[in-house]
C-alpha cells in the first residue's frame, strides 16, 4: 500500500517561488520513479516532472529552466520548487507514482498565482 500526501500550495504573485513536498509512506520507495502532476480547472491532469530512481528527470515543456524536481530517499519526499510562477501554473499538483498497473495518487494541494 501506498500513501501519498502533498503540502506546500498557496497563494503566489506572478514572478513568485513555492516549494512542494509529498511524503510517501511505501516502504519501496526508492525502487520507483515519482512525479508531479497538476489539474487547472476545465483542463485535464499533465505530467509536470518525473525523478526515476538514480535521479534522472523530465520537465514538461511549459515548466522546463523554472521547476525542478528532487527527491529525498532518506525521508521518503519528494519535491518540486516552482520559480518565476505564471498564472497559467495555477492548479490543483498531485503526487504520483506508479506500481505495475496501478496508479496511486495523494490529494493533492493547491498552487494560486495571482497578483
Known amino acids: 500500500q501506498v500513501q501519498l500526501v502533498e503540502s506546500g500550495g498557496d497563494l503566489v504573485q506572478p514572478g513568485g517561488s513555492l516549494r512542494l513536498s509529498c511524503a510517501a509512506s511505501?516502504?519501496?520507495?526508492?525502487?520507483?520513479?515519482m512525479d508531479w502532476y497538476r489539474q487547472a480547472p476545465g483542463k485535464q491532469r499533465e505530467l509536470v516532472a518525473t525523478?526515476?530512481?538514480?535521479?534522472?528527470?523530465y520537465y514538461a515543456d511549459s515548466v522546463k529552466g523554472r521547476f525542478t524536481i528532487s527527491r529525498d530517499n532518506a525521508r521518503k519526499m519528494v519535491y518540486l520548487e516552482m520559480n518565476s510562477l505564471k498564472p497559467e501554473d495555477t492548479a490543483v499538483y498531485y503526487c504520483?507514482?506508479?506500481?505495475?498497473?496501478?496508479?496511486?495518487w495523494g490529494q493533492g494541494t493547491q498552487v494560486t498565482v495571482s497578483s
Open positions: 525523478i526515476n530512481i538514480v535521479s534522472n528527470t
Open positions: 504520483h507514482t506508479q506500481r505495475s498497473t496501478r496508479g496511486y
Open positions: 511505501a516502504s519501496d520507495f526508492v525502487l520507483y520513479s
